[in-house]
């Protein structure tokens, strides 16, 4: 059942990358949010932090004291009892060209538009029975989509830790 899982996602990337203008500019790109590409900045020196957990040394490649609040507390963005609209109503306020995540499982097919995900990044959902997790990342484009059960037994909830560097 895993690789179900893992082929699905990979299908669905190749659909997003392929229906997507991730071959155009950014400038070409006409959502605001695409428009401005975040500028590289150097990730580290190669000196990790070190710390002390009960005698055990734990080396962090971030120094502790520039891991800071986000804003949000921690799992304050993710959706965990998303409402749905229907084709006509997200027709008034979405484009023909906004991205949108998709997954179809057990017959039942969802879409979860980038200009909601930018904002809250993790939507906790039940897609055709099965408890799902549609993530995207809006630092580097990526939408991905997990089944949140493990073992078959136990449903998680994905959720944000509230911190940043």
Not at 23 to 37: E, I
Not at 48 to 57: F, P
Not at 64 to 72: A, E, K, Q, T, Y
Not at 138 to 151: A, H, K, M, V, Y
Request: proline letters at 7%.
């Amino acid at each position: 059942m895993n690789e179900r899982w893992f082929l699905l996602s990979r299908v669905i990337l190749i659909v997003y990358i392929s229906t997507t203008n991730l071959g155009s500019s950014p400038s070409s790109v006409s959502r605001t949010y695409l428009s401005n590409t975040p500028k590289l900045i150097p990730v580290a020196t190669g000196v990790a932090a070190q710390q002390s957990n009960n005698g055990q040394e734990i080396k962090h490649i971030v120094p502790l004291d520039r891991i800071v609040s986000g804003g949000p507390p921690p799992n304050g963005i993710p959706i965990d009892n998303p409402k749905f609209v229907s084709v006509a109503d997200a027709n008034k306020f979405l484009q023909d060209s906004d991205l949108v995540l998709g997954v179809s499982l057990n017959g039942e097919t969802r879409a979860f538009p980038l200009l909601i995900l930018v904002w809250h990044e993790i939507v906790n959902d039940k897609v055709g029975g099965v408890p799902v997790a549609v993530t995207y990342c809006p630092l580097c484009f990526t939408g991905q989509i997990f089944n949140r059960t493990i073992d078959w037994k136990v449903v998680v909830e994905f959720g944000t830790s509230g911190i940043i560097q």
